[in-house]
């Protein structure tokens, strides 16, 4: 009996280690990763005069390209926080424009010296669009960007199918990955 107490002392210790651990580790979540709650959806267009790229939160954006532009929906790109959330950057988005004002191509990117340089450039600053995870944490997924430079053109994308597609067309190439952000079940689009 004697040798059973260490035993069981030692036992009940380390399982309340165990626990407290575990409760600290969802403790780091819970400081780490932004509610998935908060995030919005991250709409898709694609279209105009100028075959252009368009995502936004919000409905009224979307609405306008679309009824204004003759941009086609896409959908829900992403699901993206409208808000700073823990462990997000701002997703930026600068434009070019031709001389009757039209954008010509939108960059999103969460680097502001990348922003700082194509505003300099004579680019237009749209500001913060969004917030979304400069690492892949708390059940993201790559944003993915291509370019085609015969048509002054990025695409950005969740859908990995979507991204090679693009990277096995003629004139695509890869620009990496712009961030992270949430899926949007079940599969993303645009």
Known sequence: MRSMFPLLFVSILLWSISSKASGVMQNLQARTCGNANDSVPLFATNGGPLQDFFASTSTVAIASVIEHQGFTFLGVSARVFTT????????YLVYSVISNGDATDHFYTTSASDRALL???????????AYIYPTQICGSVPYYVVYNSAQTEHFYTANQTQYQNFLATAGWADQGIVGYVLPDPPNCIG
């Open 84 to 91: 700073q959330e823990p462990s997000t950057t701002p997703l």
């Open 119 to 129: 505003i300099e450039s004579g680019w237009i600053d749209a500001g913060v669009q």
